[in-house]
DNA sequence: GCCACCGGTGGC
DNA sequence: GCCACCGGTGGC
């Protein structure tokens, strides 16, 4: 895969206690993570995913993480369980009389210590996503994270590994913050989907908009955005990447016909 | 009728 | 192979 930083995150679910809302992990080299947004929509954050729309799966298999690729070369990493490991993100868990339309979500924001290597978890969304705007040029250490937990240091054990329990994702580092009253959220598709996940950026007044086109189409009739300083610049549609493999259905080959 | 979600594809 | 974009539609 690449060389270059990458982030994944992985949803978490609960077990994050600090996460109120939903984070994701992740880290670069230096890491970092991305948040996603998790779970159903209206929901408030007070749960992160893990309630998803039914009853909650409470296990972390939908936990989103974000790691970094470079540590993983360090051996810092173990690398990702086998996928038959990974439960499926539905199934398993729920009740097979529910129609499981639950699609992991973010269940917690993790960032890599650049210096020890261990997994921070961000205790929100917004931080996250104010860490990985800078992530490149301002790595993160376990000292960062004393802006919310004042005694952290790299000899604290990590407050995540990858065990295999959860679903993690490498984000993309350096991803603007989204403008003020603007939300990116981040939605994590089913496995075997031909997709991992979608972005979508939600404007003040609850307009959802699915392209760089649909953003820039709205910010020219919405000039009072433009006017506040609100940037195409401002806004990323690039998804994470799932570290399991084949969490993401490959294109099928074309059919071949015979006669 | 709306919209969240998924599939497909063109272009690189 | 990846990704940006958008059409279609099932479920509400």
Redesign the pocket.
């Known amino acids: 895969m690449q060389s270059h930083p990458e982030e994944t995150f992985r949803m978490v679910k609960k077990e994050a206690d600090s996460c109120t809302d939903s984070c994701y992990t992740g880290h670069l080299q230096s890491t970092l993570q991305e948040p996603i947004e998790v779970s159903?929509?209206n929901k408030d954050h007070s749960h992160d995913i893990g309630d998803i729309d039914d009853q909650s799966i409470e296990d972390s298999s939908k936990q989103l993480v974000l790691y970094d690729p470079a540590a993983n070369r360090a051996g810092q990493i173990e690398h990702v369980p086998q996928p038959t490991q990974y439960q499926h993100p539905f199934g398993r868990y729920s009740d097979p009389n529910v129609p499981s339309r639950v699609?992991p979500s973010v269940g917690a924001f993790t960032i890599q210590c650049a210096k020890c290597f261990k997994w921070r978890l961000i205790p929100t969304k917004k931080k996250y996503e104010e860490l990985r705007e800078h992530i490149l040029e301002e790595p993160f250490f376990c000292e960062t994270a004393r802006a919310w937990r004042p005694d952290i240091s790299c000899d604290d054990p990590a407050d995540i590994t990858q065990d295999g329990s959860r679903l993690w994702a490498i984000d993309k580092p350096n991803i603007a913050q989204p403008p003020p009253g603007w939300q990116r959220l981040l939605?994590i598709?089913?496995e075997g989907?031909?997709?991992f996940a979608?972005v979508y950026y939600q404007s003040p007044s609850g307009k959802?908009l699915?392209?760089?086109?649909?953003v820039q189409k709205y910010l020219t009739e919405h000039p009072e955005y433009m006017t506040c300083g609100v940037t195409l610049s401002q806004f990323s549609?690039?998804?994470p990447?799932p570290l399991q493999e084949n969490y993401v259905r490959?294109?099928r080959a074309p059919n071949i016909s015979f006669i």
């Open positions: 159903s929509s699609l939605r598709r089913g989907s031909t997709k979608d959802r699915r392209s760089m086109v649909e549609f690039q998804i990447k490959k294109r």
